[in-house]
Nanobody, 125 residues
């Protein structure tokens, strides 16, 4: 069974950091491009970041450029999203997703084939 599991979310103060992980089971991530998405209450889902396989190309939403870094460790079958200088507007449920076309980096959710269940990130004082 193909599965993506996110972890690392939590409550953090503004200016703080979190590192999200996305682990795959039932398949190997090196055959997929990966994206991170988030959805805040009452808002549409937003593509935050993406990375091709083996990781030579990345992309970021303007709202997170310079603060978030996406990376992958194919040997560990895991993907990461390092989030620094967090702001209250970063609050939401964060999802990772896998795209069967590993050469493209897209932040359009319709391009992705498999999704995790999400992890909650709350930025608040």
């Amino acid at each position: 069974q193909l599965q993506l599991v996110e972890s690392g979310g939590g409550l953090v103060q503004p200016g703080g950091s979190l590192r999200l992980s996305c682990a795959a089971s039932g398949f190997t991530l090196d055959g997929y491009a990966i994206g991170w998405f988030r959805q805040a209450p009452g808002k549409e889902r937003e593509g935050v970041s993406c990375i091709t396989s083996p990781g030579d190309s990345t992309g970021y939403a303007d709202s997170v450029k310079g603060r978030f870094t996406i990376s992958r460790d194919n040997a560990k079958n895991t993907l990461y999203l390092q989030m620094n200088s967090l702001k209250p507007e970063d609050t939401g449920i964060y999802y990772c997703a896998a795209d069967l076309k590993p050469w493209r980096c897209t932040r359009n959710g319709r391009d992705y084939d498999y999704w995790g269940q999400g992890t909650q990130v709350t930025v608040s004082s």
